[in-house]
């Protein structure tokens, strides 16, 4: 099983929601990361966890507030989000601490906010 | 800070034909890994080709090839036979050596959009 799958593929919420972004591999990763991926732009980084633990957090505005119940499964909690936060929300995973692995991403949740 | 960069935005090729899409990247690193990922539209990510910098030799994959240059800091894609499929948004990206906390980080670059032309 080479697959990471995301929940829920599309999402659309208004600015006073709370929502829940769902991430999860069964390949044994134990570092999985979440990105945020705007039309015809490059992902960018927002968090990594590494065996459970965040070990980076790239300035995110505290609205987006990542977990990692267990070593497969990554969740993205969103409360008042902003409209310019629509994006595709992207996760992956990677072995470590094994040099040689590519990431592996998932397809993505497409959030919209209104 | 690492980075990468891609100067075409936007590419074209004949089907059948071959394309060489391009990638440079700053790092004061020695120990780092490269890849091409691939972005099919509406489609999920995925990797196209990885090359280790301590290895000379270019990595290849089927009709995928890299021409990779580490005193340059290039690293260009090649795309044999182009196919209807291939058609997608293409990403360079770099990972830097691993952190103290073991984690990696990738650096993408702005990706450049592949047509194949029927």
């Known amino acids: 099983d080479t697959e990471v799958t995301q929940t829920p593929k599309h999402l659309v919420m208004g600015m006073t929601n709370k929502k829940s972004l769902k991430c999860e591999q069964h390949?044994?990763?134990?570092?999985m990361y979440w990105y945020k991926q705007k039309a015809k732009k490059p992902p960018e980084l927002m968090f990594v966890?590494?065996?459970?633990?965040?070990?980076i957090n790239e300035s995110v505005p505290s609205r987006f507030s990542p977990e990692c119940p267990n070593s497969s499964l990554l969740n993205l909690h969103l409360h008042a989000l902003q409209p310019e936060d629509s994006a595709l929300y992207l996760c992956?995973?990677?072995?470590?601490?094994?040099?040689?692995?590519?990431?592996?991403f998932g397809p993505g949740t497409r959030l919209t906010v209104t | 800070a690492q980075t990468v960069t891609q100067s075409q935005p936007e590419m074209s090729v004949q089907e059948a034909e071959t394309v060489t899409l391009s990638c440079t990247y700053d790092?004061?690193?020695?120990?780092?890994?490269l890849f091409w990922y691939k972005q099919p539209p509406s489609r999920q990510m995925i990797l196209v080709i990885r090359?280790?910098?301590?290895?000379?030799q270019n990595a290849t994959e089927n009709r995928f090839s890299v021409n990779f240059q580490k005193a340059a800091k290039s690293f260009s894609l090649k795309i044999s036979d182009s196919q209807l499929g291939d058609a997608a948004m293409y990403f360079c990206?770099?990972?830097?050596?691993?952190?103290?906390?073991?984690?990696?980080?990738?650096?993408f670059g702005t990706g450049t959009r592949l047509k194949v032309l029927a």
């Open positions: 966890y590494s065996y459970e633990k965040l070990s």
């Open positions: 390949m044994g990763h134990r570092a």
């Open positions: 790092t004061s690193e020695s120990d780092y890994y």
């Open positions: 992956a995973s990677s072995q470590v601490p094994q040099p040689t692995y590519e990431q592996y």
């Open positions: 990206a770099y990972r830097s050596p691993r952190s103290t906390s073991g984690t990696y980080k990738y650096i």
């Open positions: 090359q280790e910098a301590y290895k000379q």
